[in-house]
């Protein structure tokens, strides 16, 4: 079964969801390696950790959710190949889970291995909620 849900319900969907991250100051965007968990369940090796910015999105209409700037990590947590990653608040609350990869992913990478010490950029992130 396809959903349509119309642009409005979309928005507010989105719009929960950057509530939800922006609970306390700026949310954070940490990539994993290993297996992704059941969304909110106990994470892996932390690679990177990037911070969103406050509020986390620049816009969110018809159905689309564009984050704001992402600050970099300019010194990768660990070496391994990303696979995963996990939207928290501040605190470290789990928000939103996906997948990670060059190609296909929810968050693509130019290269999916990360080097400990490198830096780990997000030039851009936007997710299209419903309606294929």
Do not use: K
Not at 32 to 55: I, Q
């Amino acid at each position: 079964m396809t959903l349509g849900i119309v642009s409005g319900t979309r928005d507010d969907m989105l719009e929960a969801i950057a509530a939800a991250i922006n609970a306390g100051a700026a949310g954070l965007l940490r990539i994993y390696d290993g297996a992704r968990p059941a969304t909110g369940g106990a994470a892996t090796n932390l690679l990177a950790e990037l911070t969103l910015s406050d509020p986390c999105e620049d816009t969110i209409a018809a159905g689309v959710f564009t984050f704001d700037t992402i600050t970099a990590d300019a010194a990768a947590n660990a070496t391994g190949t990303a696979t995963w990653f996990r939207i928290t608040t501040s605190a470290g609350t789990a928000v939103v889970d996906g997948s990670v990869g060059t190609v296909g992913e929810d968050i693509n990478f130019n290269s999916a291995s990360f080097v400990i010490g490198g830096n780990v950029a997000v030039t851009s992130l936007v997710w299209t909620a419903g309606n294929p």
